[in-house]
Nanobody
């Protein structure tokens, strides 16, 4: 059984940076595409970024392109989301997810097999 544990959330001022981490365990990490999603209060969960199993390709939602970077460290079984130039509208609970499709860029939540419990990010203006 795959387990995902996020960390790194917190409160930051607009324009600041945070790095989220997601530790993966239970299966072969490189066999899984990884993604980050977020859910703001009163809104639906939305896709943020995804990365293929060996990190060769990434994909981002338009609102974070140029500000967020998803990377993975396969020897450490960890995926990261570096978030720069944060805006108040980035405030949300951020979730990492794993899809048993290491070759793909997985953009839709229902294609993911495992989810973490989330880490909150608050960006103050």
């Amino acid at each position: 059984q795959v387990q995902l544990v996020e960390s790194g959330g917190g409160v930051v001022q607009a324009g600041g940076s945070l790095r989220l981490s997601c530790a993966f365990s239970g299966r072969t990490f490189g066999s899984y595409a990884m993604g980050w999603f977020r859910q703001a209060p009163g809104k639906e969960r939305e896709f943020v970024a995804t990365i293929t199993g060996y990190g060769s390709s990434t994909y981002y939602t338009d609102s974070v392109k140029g500000r967020f970077t998803i990377v993975r460290d396969n020897p450490k079984n960890t995926v990261y989301l570096q978030m720069n130039s944060l805006k108040p509208e980035d405030t949300a609970v951020y979730y990492c997810a794993a899809a048993n499709n290491g070759l793909g860029l997985v953009r839709f939540g229902d294609q993911y097999d495992y989810w973490g419990q989330g880490t909150p990010v608050t960006v103050s203006s």
